[in-house]
């Protein structure tokens, strides 16, 4: 645990304190020996969720102590309001999506050495075939429908790009696959159902699922508010 001098767990990013709103975590990648989180910031949750802006912070001692890092904000209606990582071949691929559940995927990517610069950061834009610096409004979608909460890694040893997500529309855990991090992304695979699962939320993968025959993910359920590990099987098919 991170402790303060009380010897309590600490609050590590300024979040739901007296007068502001919640600042929720969507993904974190250590990249340079430095460890980065990406953040939303709640402007309203009611009627509806509304972001005020996401941000990316950064701790270079192994998460004790946390820094905003002020040039990577993205605004309230931005295509990356919510994140997943990976990285790869030198670069870090960004799939966001704008806020909460219900929109579809973008792609971005950078250099690791350029986490900092999103001057530098290259938004896929799929009908040109090309990416595009420093403008995310020239990135265009790469799955449609209902993305939310989603997770994205390599399988070396199936050689495919696998992605994980809330499926609010069809109210599931959706798994897709492709070969290029650019797609096409295949058909749906479903992991979990609300049917078998009630309420449930988020499918973020497990470091070991980098490689070998089985898929590990952490599965959110609204009640009994907990999360839970779970474990798919790969195959050839």
Same mark, same amino acid.
């Given at each position: 645990?991170?402790?303060?001098?009380?010897?309590?767990?600490?609050?590590?990013?300024?979040?739901?304190t007296?007068?502001?709103?919640?600042?929720?975590?969507?993904?974190?990648?250590?990249?340079?020996?430095?460890?980065?989180?990406?953040?939303?910031k709640?402007?309203?949750?009611?009627?509806?969720?509304?972001?005020?802006y996401?941000?990316?912070?950064?701790?270079?001692?192994?998460?004790?102590?946390?820094?905003?890092?002020?040039?990577?904000t993205f605004?309230?209606?931005?295509?990356?309001?919510?994140?997943?990582?990976?990285?790869?071949?030198?670069?870090v691929?960004?799939?966001?999506?704008?806020?909460?559940?219900?929109?579809?995927?973008? #792609?971005?990517?950078?250099?690791?050495?350029?986490?900092?610069k999103?001057?530098?950061?290259?938004?896929?834009?799929?009908?040109?075939?090309?990416?595009?610096?420093?403008?995310?409004?020239?990135?265009?979608?790469?799955?449609?429908?209902s993305?939310?909460?989603?997770?994205?890694?390599?399988?070396?040893?199936?050689?495919?790009?696998?992605?994980?997500?809330?499926?609010?529309?069809e109210?599931?855990?959706?798994?897709?696959?492709?070969?290029?991090?650019?797609?096409?992304?295949?058909?749906?695979?479903?992991?979990?159902?609300?049917?078998?699962y009630?309420?449930?939320?988020g499918?973020?993968?497990?470091?070991?699922?980098?490689?070998?025959?089985?898929?590990?993910?952490?599965?959110?359920?609204w009640?009994?508010?907990?999360?839970? #590990?779970?474990?798919?099987?790969?195959?050839?098919?």
């Amino acid at each position: 645990m991170v402790t303060g001098f009380d010897g309590k767990a600490k609050e590590l990013l300024i979040g739901a304190t007296a007068g502001s709103t919640s600042l929720i975590p969507t993904a974190a990648i250590r990249v340079n020996g430095i460890d980065y989180v990406h953040c939303f910031k709640v402007n309203s949750w009611n009627p509806n969720l509304s972001t005020k802006y996401s941000a990316l912070y950064k701790s270079a001692d192994n998460g004790k102590n946390w820094s905003r890092i002020d040039a990577v904000t993205f605004p309230g209606d931005s295509r990356f309001a919510l994140v997943g990582y990976y990285k790869k071949d030198g670069f870090v691929y960004m799939i966001g999506t704008p806020t909460y559940r219900n929109k579809p995927a973008y #792609l971005a990517r950078f250099k690791e050495t350029d986490i900092e610069k999103p001057e530098n950061y290259e938004y896929w834009n799929g009908d040109t075939k090309t990416w595009i610096k420093g403008n995310e409004n020239q990135a265009s979608i790469i799955i449609g429908g209902s993305v939310g909460e989603l997770s994205l890694i390599y399988n070396s040893t199936y050689k495919k790009w696998i992605i994980a997500y809330f499926n609010a529309a069809e109210y599931n855990i959706t798994m897709r696959i492709a070969d290029e991090i650019t797609g096409p992304w295949g058909t749906n695979f479903v992991l979990a159902t609300g049917a078998q699962y009630p309420q449930l939320y988020g499918s973020y993968f497990h470091p070991l699922s980098a490689k070998g025959d089985f898929l590990y993910f952490t599965m959110s359920m609204w009640m009994p508010y907990n999360v839970f #590990l779970m474990k798919v099987e790969l195959s050839d098919k």
